[in-house]
């Protein structure tokens, strides 16, 4: 694919780009000498679409995400929010890792309302007991959309791995972010569950309607949740493939048995493993 295009994904939905990044790469001091992580990459991610990127470990894809979440700003090239540069941490992003990391000693609520102490408006709202209250119902109704209804005062330590995924996925959501970056969020769970959460997770999605961005290691979670999925080549990385998922939404379980979802399974292993 020549990188010196703009792969755009947002062309074909009349949506707005959201994100474009703009030949941007990476590149480490390792021992004094340049290590080259990510080549060149462009493209535009419209507003609201499921973008995956999926590619051998050690790419970058981790990278990308740091980038857009303005932890760590595109070192080369640029990467714009809403035609803005992103040089700073932004605040409407939701994140959630492999790891849920949910504080021990507050209960799954908590956890959840944890962003609402950090980010403004919020922070000043939940000053307020009556808008605290708002919020708190707010959070336990989020939880019960994914069947965390009854665990709200229950700690971590009495939720099992699925549990806390969806408590953390949760916390991404409840400041109702635009951007949500998903990373390897499932790869600790077993296969029954991870399946339960891709549906689940679809449902969030299409409920709040944010621009997701998801990094796996799974073909499958990729193609069942996407709009456009990216393959990585290896180090030093560029974009090789690009796949548009013309699935009908919602996506079921039913549907990963069918040609058209294993066809396109097995389109994206050929070229991951044809590099
Ligand atoms: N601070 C750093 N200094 C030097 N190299 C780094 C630094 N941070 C990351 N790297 C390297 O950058 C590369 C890309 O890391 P990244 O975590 O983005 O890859 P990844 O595609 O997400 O990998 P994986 O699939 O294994 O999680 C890795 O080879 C990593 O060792």
Not at 34 to 45: A, T, Y
């Amino acid at each position: 694919m020549v990188q010196s295009e703009t792969i755009d994904s947002a062309a074909k939905t009349d949506k707005p780009v959201i994100l474009e990044f703009d030949r941007i790469g990476l590149q480490y001091q390792v021992d004094g000498n340049p290590r080259r992580i990510i080549d060149e990459i462009s493209l535009n991610i419209a507003e609201g679409e499921f973008v995956s990127f999926v590619g051998p470990s050690g790419c970058g894809k981790t990278s990308i995400l740091r980038m857009v979440s303005g932890l760590s700003p595109a070192p080369l090239g640029e990467i714009r929010f809403r035609g803005k540069k992103i040089t700073q941490p932004l605040k409407n992003v939701g994140i959630a890792f492999q790891n849920p990391v949910l504080m021990p000693w507050r209960n799954t609520l908590a956890n959840v309302m944890l962003p609402l102490e950090v980010v403004e408006p919020y922070k000043q709202e939940i000053r307020n007991p009556s808008r605290k209250a708002i919020h708190a119902r707010a959070a336990e109704e989020l939880l019960a959309t994914v069947g965390l209804k009854d665990f709200a005062k229950q700690y971590p330590w009495q939720l099992s791995g699925g549990m806390r995924q969806r408590a953390s996925l949760c916390r991404a959501l409840i400041h109702k972010p635009e951007i949500l970056l998903l990373d390897e969020p499932f790869g600790a769970l077993d296969a029954f569950t991870r399946e339960e959460m891709w549906v689940m997770l679809q449902e969030l999605w299409m409920h709040n309607r944010c621009t997701c961005i998801l990094i796996t290691h799974d073909l499958r979670e990729a193609v069942f949740l996407s709009d456009t999925v990216y393959v990585m080549g290896p180090r030093p990385s560029s974009i090789i493939y690009k796949v548009d998922v013309s699935l009908p939404r919602p996506t079921t379980p039913d549907m990963m048995l069918s040609d058209d979802f294993n066809h396109i399974v097995a389109d994206l292993r050929r070229h991951i493993h044809r590099n």
